[in-house]
Each structure stands twice: as C-alpha cells, then as structure tokens.
C-alpha cells in the first residue's frame, strides 16, 4: 500500500520548535517534488513549503518563510519540516503531499498538483 506518514506534531508553546517527518511507504518518493500543507480550524488548506525532487529548490509561503525549513533524505524516502519560532496562527493539521506526475518534479505550491496525501500530524501552538 502507497501512503505517506506524518509524524512530529504536538503541543508546544509559543516560540519554541517541532520537526514534522513524512515518512514514503509502498514506493519510492526520491524522484519527486514534495510539499507540505496545513489547515487550520474553518480555514481552507494552505501551502507552507515545497521541495524540488533533488532537494536543491525549496520555496516556502511568506507566513513562514525564515521559520520553517523544508529538507529530504532521499535514501530515508523521508520528508522534513523544521519549524522554529512557533506562532499561535501555525496551529493546523500539517500535512506532506508527493507530486509523482511527472519525474523529476519539482513540487508546487497548488495542492491540485499533487496525488499522495499523507493522513496529516496537529501542531498546537499555545500563547
């Protein structure tokens, strides 16, 4: 069975760090861009950070940009997102996303472009 699991996510208070991982399982992620999405309570999904197929290009949304960080292990078919500097308007459920559309993607920041979705990890962010 294809699927990619999260896991990292907790309670943390404001300010501090949580590393979100993504785990590929059934097939391999290596050639493919990646990304990550989180939606919060009553509010649409939204993009947060992306990863090019090599790991070379990331781009990242300007609520997080300087905070988070998006890095892979392509031998571990694992994903990354560090996110430092925790806000209380990062709590959402995060979750990591693969692009196989095409090898040697390099990610996206529309969720349409992707087709594996992971089951999603909660970060809560307390004042």
């Not at 430092?84 to 196989?100: G, I, R, W």
């Amino acid at each position: 069975q294809v699927q990619l699991v999260e896991s990292g996510g907790g309670l943390v208070q404001a300010g501090g760090s949580l590393r979100l991982s993504c785990q590929g399982a059934g097939r391999s992620f290596d050639n493919y861009g990646m990304g990550w999405f989180r939606q919060a309570p009553g509010k649409e999904r939204e993009f947060v950070a992306s990863i090019t197929w090599m790991g070379g290009s990331t781009s990242y949304a300007a609520a997080v940009l300087g905070r988070f960080t998006i890095s892979r292990d392509r031998a571990k078919n694992t994903v990354y997102l560090q996110m430092n500097s925790l806000k209380p308007e990062d709590t959402a459920v995060y979750s990591c996303a693969a692009d196989v559309s095409r090898e040697y993607s390099s990610g996206s920041r529309d969720f349409g472009a992707y087709d594996y979705w992971g089951q999603g990890t909660q970060v809560a962010v307390s004042s």
